[in-house]
């Protein structure tokens, strides 16, 4: 399977930083590419130069940034020939639940609700290319053969490479801004493995309705999904 889908998602969240706030705005853009499992635990961040390209500041902000969440405990620093700065294998999890508003929860909810049904719909409206329809099918694969806290990455994997299908660009930094607040809150609460379950019969679904060409059910059959989701936020955060 190639990669190429997932150069493009991660071209989307590596994407320049607002001035003014460069340090405190690059930390929470490495933050959001490891919660979106763009960069696996494990694995390693690109090169403090490419950072500093992408993110459209200095080397010094970025090895700042850097620092700063090896020090928190999220990135190591490993020397030699294969050496560069890696995500740590398990990344930190809250120890505590989250506090959230109901207003901030109802309005990532709402948005939520319009931008990824909206995406599955367009998808499907598209003509998609044989390696898109492989690629889209084994997101959904990898996802629904996924344990233990691997499955919340290439479960957001998948929704965002339905968001990339949507061939609309500006929505996937959109999808990927939403969709790591909501993983932020599902990190502070355990894995249910008959939700799970339930999911990957959703996750079906939908790309099932993609690859048929068929947007209304496409868009409904993810509606149904995030509205499980939905459940399970209000549940553990209202």
């Given at each position: ?5 997932l ?5 989307a969240?590596?994407?320049p930083?607002?001035?003014g ?15 979106l ?7 390693s961040l ?6 500093a ?32 700065t890696?995500?740590?294998?398990p ?43 492989d ?6 694969e ?13 479960d ?19 999808v990927?801004?939403?969709r790591?607040?909501?993983n ?5 609460f ?29 868009h ?19």
């Amino acid at each position: 399977m190639t990669d190429a889908p997932l150069d493009d998602l991660r071209r989307a969240v590596y994407r320049p930083v607002r001035s003014g706030n460069a340090l405190e705005d690059t930390t929470a853009r490495i933050v959001q590419t490891v919660r979106l499992g763009l960069v696996a635990p494990g694995e390693s961040l690109p090169a403090e130069r490419e950072l500093a390209a992408l993110y459209g500041v200095s080397r010094d902000t970025v090895r700042e940034a850097l620092k700063e969440l090896s020090d928190a405990g999220w990135l190591e620093t490993r020397r030699g020939r294969y050496g560069g700065t890696f995500v740590v294998d398990p990344v930190p999890r809250p120890s505590t639940p989250a506090v959230v508003s109901a207003a901030e929860l109802s309005d990532v909810i709402a948005l939520r609700g319009v931008l990824e049904p909206g995406a599955a719909w367009a998808a499907a409206a598209r003509s998609l290319s044989a390696e898109e329809r492989d690629v889209l099918w084994a997101r959904h694969e990898a996802a629904a053969l996924a344990e233990g806290e691997d499955y919340r990455r290439l479960d957001t994997l998948l929704h965002l490479t339905i968001a990339e299908f949507a061939g609309i660009p500006s929505l996937v930094p959109l999808v990927a801004d939403n969709r790591a607040r909501v993983n932020a809150w599902l990190d502070t609460f355990p894995l249910l493995p008959r939700n799970i379950e339930h999911s990957t019969s959703q996750h079906a679904a939908v790309v099932s309705a993609i690859l048929a060409g068929r947007p209304d059910a496409a868009h409904a059959a993810m509606r149904d999904h995030l509205a499980g989701s939905e459940a399970l936020l209000r549940g553990f955060l209202a």
